[in-house]
């Protein structure tokens, strides 16, 4: 029986740069999309060609122990199954697969506790930053990456208690903008369904809900503003019904995200009532498929996609050097207008 022979070794760096007729250095700064510019593009052709006809693969263990920098970040979101989150991850992934970097996802399933120990097993696959677009208002993971100065950035949301890099899309302008649109149709009774008061997202929505109400000459009632126990279509099913046995008044509730303003449908019609005939619903986020509820949700349009994108972006200049400890960029929304909304009775 014939042995099998020894396992060829594979190429290395050196392999290419002697093939290239470079220095290692050369080679190495021309396979790497973020020091590639730093060398001559005939040059980086033949490293290129030379790295394909090896059959070279670069060492990511090997690249790691020379910069001290594994290529990796970490990104942290409260739920998956959300569809909120999926173009948000692949802003972020694309922007950073061009630089050569890896993604790790973790779902803190909106968990205090296991974002913790995601933080700790991420830290100890030291990754080079975190992206975090989980919003629980008192979990100490922004205090813990401060002191560990672990490069990080918020996306979709903004800290209140302390300054950071942080992109989001502009909620006080989307509640705004819903709120004045159901004023134009003539509605003045408008009821809010609040998300979690523990997210920073619940607390900055709910502030401009109140704020615009005011602007248009309107009373925030009490009653008609209901906190839900999650951004979740059950707790907007549970909400809308608590405001529908008590008697619903008004002819228009603004939901703070699309999966609450889901809930309201089944609840309405239970009820029914009409959506947009007798109750008009606004959502926010303009989540996927949402067009296609009957009736066709209005909702507040995010650039999720985006907010991804300039957030990877900020957090590779700061892992560079090149973007400041605190920055906040709030990038525009727009209202949607679809079947769920209509002037009242």
């Not at 005939?42 to 020379?66: C, F, H, M, Q």
């Not at 990754?127 to 629980?136: E, F, M, N, S, Y």
């Amino acid at each position: 029986m014939t042995q099998p022979g020894p396992v060829p070794k594979p190429p290395t760096l050196r392999d290419v740069a002697q093939r290239a007729g470079v220095h290692s250095g050369t080679a190495s700064r021309a396979l790497n999309p973020r020091t590639r510019s730093m060398v001559n593009s005939d040059t980086v052709k033949r490293v290129l060609r030379a790295a394909a006809a090896l059959g070279y693969e670069p060492n990511p263990i090997a690249r790691s122990l020379r910069t001290n920098k594994t290529h990796t970040v970490g990104m942290f979101i409260p739920d998956v199954s959300n569809p909120l989150f999926s173009s948000m991850v692949r802003g972020v992934e694309r922007v950073l697969s061009e630089q050569d970097y890896a993604l790790l996802l973790a779902d803190t399933d909106n968990s205090v506790e296991r974002e913790s120990s995601l933080y700790t097993a991420l830290r100890g696959r030291q990754v080079d930053g975190l992206v975090i677009a989980t919003a629980q208002r008192d979990s100490p993971l922004i205090d813990r990456m401060l002191t560990d100065q672990v490069p990080f950035v918020l996306v979709n949301r903004v800290s209140l208690e302390h300054s950071t890099l942080a992109v989001t899309g502009d909620e006080a302008s989307g509640v705004r903008q819903a709120v004045a649109h159901l004023a134009g149709l003539g509605h003045t009774r408008i009821a809010y369904l609040a998300g979690p008061q523990r997210t920073s997202t619940g607390v900055v929505r709910l502030a401009a809900f109140r704020q615009s109400m005011l602007e248009h000459g309107f009373t925030p009632l009490p009653e008609e503003i209901v906190e839900c126990a999650s951004w979740s279509e059950e707790a907007g099913s549970e909400a809308m019904a608590r405001l529908c046995a008590a008697g619903l008044a008004a002819t228009a509730v603004v939901a703070g995200n699309d999966m609450i303003a889901a809930g309201c449908y089944d609840v309405l019609r239970e009820f029914g009532i009409g959506c947009p005939d007798d109750v008009s619903v606004i959502g926010f986020n303009d989540m996927p498929f949402v067009d296609k509820f009957s009736p066709p949700l209005t909702t507040v349009r995010l650039p999720n996609r985006e907010l991804g994108e300039e957030g990877a972006a900020l957090l590779l200049d700061r892992m560079a050097g090149q973007a400041p400890i605190a920055k906040t960029i709030v990038l525009p929304v727009s209202l949607v207008v679809r079947g769920s909304t209509a002037p009242p009775r």
